[in-house]
Structures are given as structure tokens and as C-alpha cells.
């Protein structure tokens, strides 16, 4: 699925401030070569839904048997060992003896200790390897984590591998062993063991995205063979504490929704939880709903934290309209597209906006293989839009209960009323204030 780095900017899959974003909220990588497989496996979201069931497979064998996943392998089992590759201790003999090998440890002390502890490290690795091919000892596994495991398992068949792993612990190695073990993981294996470390990168990627569905009580979503569609239940925002969830459902019968409401209603939060488990749904991650069907999309594009640009001198509302016109550009393909647009035109004044934002909507929504979601505070365009045939009118509810505000958060069918903003002025002093200056 396409998606861009604004994209995902707006829907907080990465973020300036880290502990908001997805990213953050899903790491339970316990390697930074996990770290770096899982970034780049949340760049890279799947279009075919063979390879996203493929995914949920996975994550689902390793969720079943979590508590029994492998702890051998850790990030500094990992870094000594290519700290290891990097050192050039001085040579072992090829077939060293006993007394060889006690001599080399009298001689280059220093040199013993540095293969002595890196030897550690590379047992916890291959045993850690042994137990891996065990945790996924099952027929039918998914081709990708078939190709993995075959690769890693042809390494631990080489002979000199196969007779390391006869030890049923470190200690059973004596000073020949380590000496004779550190000379042939140093010179003749390290290609196989960076083979390795790179493959438990992709498995501690799905490691933490199963650890992470378990945390977060993410269920798997349905994809569906029909046309384009969204229906979810009880959809919450992933990144909000305590969040109010939707119930949402769009199709090509129904493929825009026009969505007004006063400031902080939710309208902003409705429009990124969809994006977000669109998103997540398509990484073959569960989604913070009781449950999700969907359509493969190909694309997903946002148009929510647009910025002006003084160092290119180009304003707010020019940025607005090159956002619009990338996003035409790339959804009139043919293919299906989920289209997020929040607050379109707040750069311009209010019947530029409202001309500018009908011409946009009665575009976009032609293309009906495509899905819309558009939040604006132009509630009077409404009444202009309501010949579309395709366009559902939903609105957050904002109430006055005793002189304070109250959102209920809930969807509802219509187009808005409410007109807060001067009772949020004069409820928080703002009037008092103004109406006091100069006194």
C-alpha cells in the first residue's frame, strides 16, 4: 500500500516526540537489528492481501506461544559478537592442542579473554537458533518464515556448528574448544553468522508486533473480496488513553463522509483512528476495534498537518492547494484509495474556503473506488452537497450542560448547529479580559 512520509507524519506512526507515535507504542523489539527491521517494515505497509494474511499467521503462532519465545538472543549478545568480527586477536593455530591452547592463553591474555567472552555470546546465539527452530516446529508455516528458518537451519547444519551445539552448556567447553571454536566463527563462519543476525532482526520485528497485539488487545481484521468498503465496531484511537470508540461503516454506496462538529468534538481523532487501523490492518497487525472489515487498499493519503513555508515564501493556504492537487494526481488511477482530510482551507478566508472546499468534494467524490473521510468547520456547504448520492453527513454532538461544555464523542447522522466558539471565548475570561483592557 502507498503511503507517504506526510501520511504517516498525521497519523503518528513516527513522531517528533517519539512516545506518541505508533512506533514507539508497538517497540518490543529486544535488538537493534529488530529496531531497524521494524521501522522499515512500518515504512513498507503490504498491497496484496496474501502476503498481509501471511503476516497475521506469523504473528498469531508466535502470540499462541509467547511465553516460550527464546531469551538466549539480546541486543548485547548481538553487539559483542560483531564487536568480535571487528577485532583481530592474534592468530590460533587451524587444529590447536591442549597444550597449544593453554600456551595461547599464558601468552595473549587479553587476546583468551576478548574469544573466551565472545564465544559466550555466540553459544546463546546458536542455542538461541536451536530453540527458534523448535518454538516453530509446526507444518504449513507462512513462505516467509519458512525461507528464514530454512536459511538459518542449513548454517546450524555445518559440521563444526552441529558439533558446538552437542554442548548442552558453556561450561562444557574447555580451554581447546573455546580457542578452536573462536578461530572458526572469527575467519571461516562470520558471513553465516551475519546471515544470522540479520534474519533474527526480521523475527524480533515480529516478535514485538505479536507482543504488541497481546498488550494493546488488537484483533485481526477480515479482508474482504467486495468493493471498497470500511466496516469496523467499536473502533478506538490506538494512541489515546481512555478513548472513546465509533462504530463507522463506508462502501461505494457511501463513500464520503462529510464530517462537521465544534473544536474538540473529535472530529480530528475519527479521522486519524480510521487512517490508523486502515494503516495497521494493511502492516498485518490487529486493530484497536472488536472487529474490522476491509478492502485492500492500495494507497492512503492525509491532508491534516499542513504548514506554511517561509523559507520558500509559500503560505498556508498554497500548501493546502499542492497538498490537494498531489493527492488528485495520484488517486485518479483506477485504484482504491483511503483519502483523510481535516479542516480543508483554514488558510484562506471563509467563502474562498467554502468555494474552494465545494469544488473539491463534488471532484473527489466521483471517484468512486475511492473512500473520503472530510472534517470542516463550513457547516452552510452542507446544504449544497446534499444532491450527492454518495455522500454521508455525520457530526459530533457538543452540548452546554451548566455553563460547560460537553462532547459526547458520538457519531451522529446530520450535519452540526453548534457555534461554540464565542462560548468557549467568554467561558474561559477571554471576553472579561478584553472588555477590561485600558481600564
Known amino acids: 500500500m502507498y503511503i507517504d512520509k506526510t501520511t504517516l507524519y498525521d497519523l503518528s506512526v513516527f513522531h517528533t516526540q517519539d512516545d506518541s507515535s505508533l512506533f514507539y ?16 517494515l512500518l515504512h513498507q505497509p503490504l498491497n496484496r492481501i496474501e502476503e498481509i494474511l501471511a503476516v497475521q499467521r506469523i504473528l498469531s503462532i508466535i502470540k499462541l506461544k509467547i511465553s516460550n519465545w527464546p531469551t538466549e538472543i539480546t541486543n548485547g549478545t548481538l553487539l559483542v559478537i560483531e564487536k568480535f568480527f571487528d577485532d583481530n586477536p ?6 590447536i592442542s591442549n597444550i597449544q591452547a593453554v600456551s595461547y592463553k599464558w601468552i595473549h591474555p587479553r587476546d583468551y579473554s576478548l574469544i573466551l567472552f565472545s564465544m559466550k555470546q555466540l553459544f546463546l546465539l546458536i542455542k538461541g537458533y536451536q530453540k527458534i527452530h523448535q518454538f516453530f516446529d509446526e507444518s504449513a508455516l507462512p513462505q516467509q518464515l519458512d525461507e528464514i528458518l530454512n536459511q538459518s537451519k542449513k548454517i546450524l547444519a ?21 580457542l578452536f571454536f573462536g578461530r572458526l566463527f572469527h575467519i571461516d563462519l562470520v558471513a553465516e553468522i551475519r546471515v544470522l543476525i540479520k534474519l533474527y532482526g526480521k523475527l524480533d520485528a515480529w516478535y514485538a508486533m505479536a507482543k504488541a497485539n497481546i498488550a494493546l488487545n488488537l484483533k485481526n481484521p477480515v479482508f474482504t473480496d467486495a468493493a471498497t468498503q470500511i466496516k469496523a465496531d467499536s473502533l478506538r484511537h490506538l494512541l489515546l488513553p481512555n478513548a472513546v470508540s465509533y ?11 462529510f464530517l462537521t462538529g465544534a473544536n474538540m468534538a473529535g472530529k480530528s481523532t475519527l479521522i486519524k483512528a480510521v487512517g490508523l487501523a486502515v494503516y495497521m490492518a494493511h502492516i498485518g497487525m490487529g ?32 500548501n493546502e492547494v499542492k497538498r490537494i492537487k498531489e493527492t488528485i494526481e495520484k488517486i485518479n488511477d483506477g485504484r482504491n484509495w483511503l483519502v483523510l482530510i481535516d479542516e480543508l482551507f483554514k488558510g484562506t478566508n471563509i467563502q474562498d474556503a467554502m468555494k474552494c472546499s465545494t469544488a473539491v468534494i463534488r471532484g473527489l467524490i466521483k471517484i468512486n473506488h475511492s473512500l473520503f473521510i472530510l472534517s470542516t468547520h463550513l457547516y452552510e456547504i452542507g446544504e449544497e452537497l446534499k444532491d450527492l448520492p454518495t455522500i454521508d453527513f455525520k457530526y459530533f454532538e457538543t452540548m452546554l450542560k451548566e455553563n460547560e461544555l460537553f462532547f459526547s464523542y458520538q457519531l451522529k447522522d446530520g450535519i452540526s448547529q453548534d457555534r461554540m466558539g464565542y462560548l468557549i471565548l467568554k467561558k474561559e475570561g477571554v471576553t472579561t479580559l478584553l472588555e477590561n483592557l485600558g481600564k
Open 25 to 40: 507504542l508497538i517497540d518490543y523489539t529486544t535488538t537493534a537489528e529488530g529496531k531497524m527491521e521494524l521501522m522499515q
Open 90 to 95: 592474534d592468530p590460533i593455530p587451524e587444529n
Open 158 to 178: 555445518i559440521h563444526a556448528v552441529q558439533e558446538l551445539l552437542k554442548k548442552e552448556h558453556f561450561d562444557e567447553l574447555n580451554k581447546r574448544d573455546i
Open 247 to 257: 462504530n463507522i461503516a463506508m462502501n461505494k454506496e457511501s463513500n464520503f463522509i
Open 287 to 318: 486493530v484497536p476495534a472488536a472487529s474490522m472489515e476491509l478492502s485492500l487498499f492500495e494507497g492512503l493519503l492525509s491532508n491534516i498537518n499542513i504548514s506554511d513555508n517561509i523559507t520558500k515564501g509559500e503560505s498556508y493556504f498554497f
